[in-house]
């Protein structure tokens, strides 16, 4: 596919960024400065653990959208100990979820929070569902989204015309804030739920026509990946797509290449 470029990047040594499935919606993205992990639920393959050993000195932020258990695991409490640990969570999170020794920093839609550890600036738009969604800039200017639940959920087959309708105008809503701050994302984590059957990739398509995007990941498959991959039922010819769908697989993303795990060299 043609790519497009939508921000201006560092030089190619500190705009390197090496993204890691862990599970569902689960990712660990390295970066120069810092580890980023977002919802992290289960780790099958033990790959943030072995991030964490081959980056020594990076600070891991832990970043969770909402409480749903899919998304959050109060194991994250107990990981990365040997490290610097930021923690960034959804308001909806009960507070006596987190230990008392954990200074975490709480973000609803609207908030933003800078010169973090690593320079990194959060900030957290709205969601569809409950909680929040993403939005991580990075010191070289790249920008890395994760949508949480945030999704046009419906049900086309089952729903009223007047319940899409809403489910449409409360997506958009979140959509047009997003784009306020954003027209361009580097990286984009975007649910692609085989649940909602011939609806899955609806909002992945709004969220891609509105949005440049120059990565697209789908996630919250459940395990049935194939239609969420389908990019080309859904994804735009300025947009690279990638499907990463095995525990532990890795994209390597630098300048106009790609590296998976599969050492497969991919052009943008």
Not at 46 to 61: A, D, E, R, T
Not at 129 to 146: A, E, R
Not at 195 to 221: Q, S
């Amino acid at each position: 596919m043609a790519h497009t470029t939508s921000t201006p990047l560092a030089n190619s040594g500190d705009s390197k960024i090496d993204i890691t499935y862990i599970d569902h919606s689960g990712f660990a993205v390295v970066t120069p400065t810092a580890i980023l992990v977002f919802d992290y639920f289960n780790d099958p393959t033990h790959s943030l653990p072995n991030l964490i050993k081959h980056n020594p000195g990076l600070p891991v932020y832990f970043l969770v959208s909402h409480h749903h258990y899919d998304h959050f695991n109060p194991d994250i409490f107990n990981l990365a100990q040997e490290a610097e640990r930021v923690y960034v969570l959804s308001d909806d999170i009960k507070p006596q979820q987190v230990p008392d020794r954990i200074d975490a920093a709480w973000v609803r839609p609207g908030v933003t929070i800078d010169s973090l550890p690593g320079n990194i600036k959060v900030q957290a738009y709205g969601s569809t569902d409950v909680g929040v969604s993403f939005v991580v800039t990075l010191p070289s200017g790249q920008t890395i989204f994760h949508a949480g639940d945030l999704n046009y959920w419906h049900w086309n087959k089952e729903a009223t015309v007047d319940e899409v309708k809403r489910a449409y105008g409360r997506f958009v809503k979140v959509l047009q804030s997003i784009m306020l701050d954003h027209k361009s994302l580097n990286v984009a984590f975007f649910p692609v739920d085989p649940r909602l059957g011939d609806d899955y990739a609806d909002g992945a398509r709004l969220f891609l026509e509105n949005i440049l995007v120059d990565t697209f990941i789908p996630m919250h498959f459940w395990g049935d990946y194939k239609s969420g991959c389908d990019f080309d039922n859904y994804t735009t010819d300025n947009t690279d797509s990638f499907c990463l769908h095995i525990p532990g697989e890795t994209l390597s993303l630098q300048g106009k290449m790609a590296l998976r795990s599969t050492d497969t060299i991919i052009a943008r």
